[in-house]
């Protein structure tokens, strides 16, 4: 009986090491994934950095020159799309923790917020081209652009924004009314400032995530080639721009020189790429240093 | 809501006297007949108490939400809690309390948490919230109730020279009592303290005592305790509650002590249960 105990310990042992190895694997492809990319993009972009490829235009159909045209526009349409959709992302974001409760018409909204995050991107492009373009009259401009990527990254800010509200202690808000505050006034002065680091974590992931959309961007607001930069705000707001994903999209497929350009497509790829692992990182380690400093 | 407190907002012993004058002798809080649910569960059943004007009354259950549910009733900070309702009728120096403006009436009737709730500010923001909100602009005149008010809660002397600090860098006591100081900068009748020593150590809780029998002095006290010792050394009054959310008994404290009339309460102060 007791000599049986031991009878079928090999073969559990080998089921746990193929278990084992296995799960581990498939951890291991995702790493792989980035890994290989990464690899592919600086080894092949690293060569076209240099301070006049991030600084000036391009020339000669964009197979010669630099890209500081395309960081610009990419630059002015996130903080577009950020400045527009914040005040929305945040508002939307009070009204969900602090004010609606748990009714039917709470949920719907809340199905709602989540099914915009699963919208395909290009669906989001085409709305921009009917609804900001065409029905606003906007044109395909930068405006246009920075609004379709707000509307786009607004779930990313509303959610992030409310589970910031909703990690405020119930204590302070209890405090503020004991004292006579209105639920507005709880709101504005103690709930939201406590909130405030969440919810920046929430923007900085967003514009990580609007700085790399192409397909909302592409009827809406991207330039294909542009031989200057535009001289008033006006002009900048109002016509179409350049941008480091459409670039890099019509550089692969439209420009039939583009492949006298390799390195110079993978260099904007690169810069693309490490301005996103930027905003990511930042992110993370901004929430990071919020988290070790919380007192409460 | 209390109409006749606006004219003599100056000082608190002013509205003092002005109550005095008008309501001396009546209770400042009364229930009638108070039941009080969350959703189907019944909290209190049928209260019926006076809040005298003078001293402080305690609020004791050996176990059980009844008596937090109660002190809610009175600033009716029920109402944040989904499903809550109170039936009955409950007043402040006459007027229906429960039909009041609940923003103007916490104005008038202050809090103090179970555990300490200082806002993520420095002290000084912390005590001068309540002022702020009421529309006090003034950079001297928050400097001078922010100074009163922590002496108030003998709390001024430790941190006289770190106003500017943040409030969680006080100990827990301290917290408490920057707490009570935040309460009483907004000048109210009434001070309701919901278990306020409970997350304290003994000498922290000694202070807040103290401090307590001295606040006894300008307004009135409503504090919560499961403490039968702590009921003893604070209170002048004490209402005992008992299973199922009913009053039991409700008395000067030296009395109900030492020969209560209800024998479950008797048994209560034994030790026999709770």
């Known amino acids: 009986m007791i000599a049986k105990l031991g009878k079928d310990r090999g073969k559990r042992e080998t089921a746990q090491a193929i278990a084992f190895s296995v799960l581990t694997l498939a951890s291991l492809v995702a790493f792989f994934a980035l890994a290989l990319i990464l690899y592919i993009i600086i080894s092949k972009g690293v060569g076209a950095l240099s301070w006049e490829f991030l600084s000036q235009l391009p020339r000669k159909g964009m197979t010669e020159g630099w890209i500081y045209p395309m960081i610009l526009g990419s630059f002015y349409l996130t903080a577009g799309a950020l400045v527009s959709a914040l005040p929305f992302g945040i508002a939307s974001a009070i009204w969900l923790a602090e004010y609606a409760g748990g009714g039917l018409w709470v949920r719907t909204i809340r199905i709602g917020v989540n099914t915009l995050a699963g919208v395909p991107s290009i669906v989001f492009g085409l709305l921009g081209l009917a609804f ?39 204590e302070f808000r209890e405090g503020a009314l004991a004292l006579g505050a209105t639920r507005w006034r709880a709101v504005r002065t103690v709930v939201l400032p406590t909130a405030i680091p969440g919810i920046m974590t929430g923007a900085i992931l967003g514009i990580g995530r609007a700085i790399g959309e192409t397909a909302p961007i592409l009827f809406t607001a991207a330039a294909i080639y542009k031989t ?21 999209f019509y550089m692969a497929t439209e420009n039939p020189r583009g492949w006298e350009a390799k390195d110079l497509q993978f260099g904007a790829a690169l810069v693309l790429l490490g301005l996103v692992l930027i905003m990511n990182l930042g992110a993370v380690t901004w929430r990071a240093r919020v988290r070790r400093r919380k007192e409460w | 809501m209390v ?4 004219e003599s907002t100056r000082t608190e012993l002013s509205t003092r006297e002005w109550i005095r004058r008008n309501f001396d002798g009546r ?38 939400c009844g008596k937090s549910t109660l002190l809610r009733a009175f600033n009716r900070m029920y109402e944040l809690y989904h499903g809550a309702r109170a039936e009955g009728r409950v007043t402040f120096l006459g007027q229906d309390l429960l039909k009041a403006d609940p923003v103007a009436l916490r104005r008038h009737i202050g809090m103090v948490f179970q555990r300490p709730n200082p806002f993520p500010k420095s002290i000084f923001e912390n005590v ?28 001024w002397d430790e941190v006289k020279d770190r106003l500017k600090d943040s409030a969680f860098s006080l100990s827990g006591g301290q917290q408490q009592r920057l707490c009570i100081a935040r309460a009483l900068a907004v000048r109210p009748e009434v001070l309701l303290m919901d278990e306020p020593c409970s997350a304290l150590d003994p000498k922290a809780t000694d202070k807040i005592e103290e401090t307590t029998r001295e606040l006894a002095e300008e307004l009135t006290v409503v504090i919560v305790t499961h403490n039968l010792q702590q009921a003893g050394r604070v209170s002048d009054n004490v209402a005992v509650l008992l299973a199922g959310g009913e009053l039991a008994e409700f008395g000067p404290t030296r009395s109900v002590f030492e020969n209560p009339q209800d024998e479950r309460v008797a048994d209560y102060l034994c030790g026999r249960f709770g």
């Open chain 2, 27 to 64: 209770p400042i809080i009364e229930t009638e007949d108070l039941s009080f649910y969350y959703g189907k569960d019944r909290a209190l059943r049928g209260i019926s108490l006076s809040v005298p004007l003078d001293g402080v009354t305690a609020i004791m259950e050996p176990s059980g």
């Open chain 2, 128 to 155: 001068a919230y309540g002022p702020r909100v009421h529309g006090m602009r003034k950079r001297s005149a928050l400097k001078e109730i922010v100074e009163s008010s922590l002496h108030r809660a003998a709390l």
């Open chain 2, 3 to 6: 109409d006749a407190t606006k």
């Open chain 1, 228 to 248: 200057r930069l535009p001289d008033t705000l006006y002009e900048t707001l109002t016509s179409r721009t350049m941008a480091l994903p459409t670039h890099i």
């Open chain 1, 132 to 170: 900001f373009v065409n029905v606003l009259g906007l044109g395909a401009s930068l405006l246009s652009g920075a609004f379709t990527l707000g509307v786009l990254i607004l779930p990313i800010l509303i959610r992030a924004s409310e589970e910031a509200l909703r990690a405020v202690p119930n």
